[in-house]
């Protein structure tokens, strides 16, 4: 007798690439090398459309983000499409481009929260990670409008070789800012991150201090601030369960309407992804070959196959396998039982090896006609 598989169930977030345009340049930046122009981008009929669909689909949380959200002229109207679908809508943004009459709108809209990334603490550092003269203090000046507009606030702070040293810093800017939780978060290796991750990848020794200032830093602030913490992959002997697994949790919609398991996941060959111009996001869902090619465990080999973590870390990441390894199936060779371990002490020794220049995120010239 077949057993039939157990119903897949819906996902409870979404994150909606409004653009891939930002005043900012951040070299670890994991959006793809090559950015969707503006002619691509969705309108706004389509992405409330969008909307609607994630809600009927099971999607609890939708995160608004980019590039930066705020370089669409509708977002607003996006916003309150997302909340009369009654979603929660969570803002990622830089803070630039949003005045006070603009988060006015976005709060009456219904904007539930504000994500605002943070580069460092020192202004002549983060306008330099950033790439963009001024952003320091066009971000605090951000978060005391958002704080008399009534929005509550998280600090996204990603860190790497450049501002691994101020983590204890930034975790007190947060709480200065009138943040209820900052989220510190290594960089991760696709996209810009990967074309940099010899500028960015810090030592084992300062991945051990920030891990260890966050762990002392969450029992002193118990009750003022929350701090999430995403750990440095290449120094752990297990990999994170990304996306609490592929095609399990959550999903992506780029710019330009692609639908996609994770944020990196176009980097994969072989893989079709489907685009919410064509089809429903439940059939997307559901059905397209992309989100089926890593569901469950049925795809994975040795070691994963027969190991009891495989439905704790699901294999790890299938782009970092991809990246270190060639092949999206193999296990994530930040796994101690990866036979392809050595790769990722190799990219660490790589990385220290010395300095290297910083490539920020822009866009590349447009292809000539």
């Known amino acids: 007798m077949t057993i039939a598989p157990p119903p897949l ?39 409330l459309r969008v909307f609607d669909e994630a809600a009927a689909l099971g999607v609890l949380q939708l995160h608004l983000s980019g590039g930066e959200p705020a370089s669409r002229p509708d977002l607003v109207a996006l916003v309150g499409g997302a909340a009369k679908a009654g979603l929660y809508t969570n803002l990622i943004t830089s803070g630039i481009g949003l005045d006070r009459a603009r988060l006015d709108g976005l709060a009456a809209a219904g904007l539930d929260h504000v994500q605002l990334s943070v580069q460092h603490v020192r202004e002549d550092e983060a306008d330099r990670i950033a790439g963009y003269r001024g952003a320091h203090a066009k971000k605090r000046a951000f978060a005391r409008e958002l704080a008399a507009a009534g929005l509550p606030l998280t600090i996204n702070a990603v860190i790497h070789r450049a501002n691994i040293d101020a983590v204890e810093a930034l975790v007190a800017e947060a709480v200065t800012l009138g943040a209820r939780r900052i989220e510190v978060a290594h960089a991760q290796y696709y996209g810009w991150g990967l074309k940099n991750r010899a500028a960015l990848m810090p030592t084992a020794a300062q991945a051990a201090a ?3 200032s966050v762990e002392r830093l969450r029992e002193e602030l118990r009750g003022a601030i929350v701090i999430d913490y995403v750990a440095a992959d290449h120094f752990g002997r297990f990999p994170k369960p990304c996306m609490s697994g592929w095609g399990r949790r959550s999903l992506n919609v780029n710019p330009a309407g692609r639908v996609l398991p994770c944020h990196a996941a176009e980097t994969i060959p072989g893989l079709s992804f489907w685009n919410v111009q064509d089809r429903s996001l439940k059939e997307i869902w559901e059905q397209s070959p992309a989100f089926n090619a890593f569901r469950g465990t049925d795809w994975m080999r040795e070691p994963c196959a027969s190991c009891a973590r495989k439905d704790i870390d699901f294999g790890g990441c299938r782009c970092q396998a991809l990246a270190l390894t060639g092949d999206a199936a193999n296990t994530d060779p930040v796994c101690v039982y990866s036979p392809a371990r050595a790769r990722v002490a190799a990219a660490v020794e790589e990385a220290q090896g010395g300095a290297a220049d910083l490539a920020y995120r822009r866009y590349q010239p447009a292809p000539a006609a």
């Open 9 to 47: 169930a819906p996902p409870l977030g979404l994150l909606a690439e409004l653009t891939h345009r930002c005043p900012l340049a951040c070299p670890y930046c994991s959006n793809p090398l090559d950015l969707e122009r503006r002619s691509a981008e969705l309108d706004t009929a389509t992405w």
């Open 210 to 212: 920030a891990r260890a």
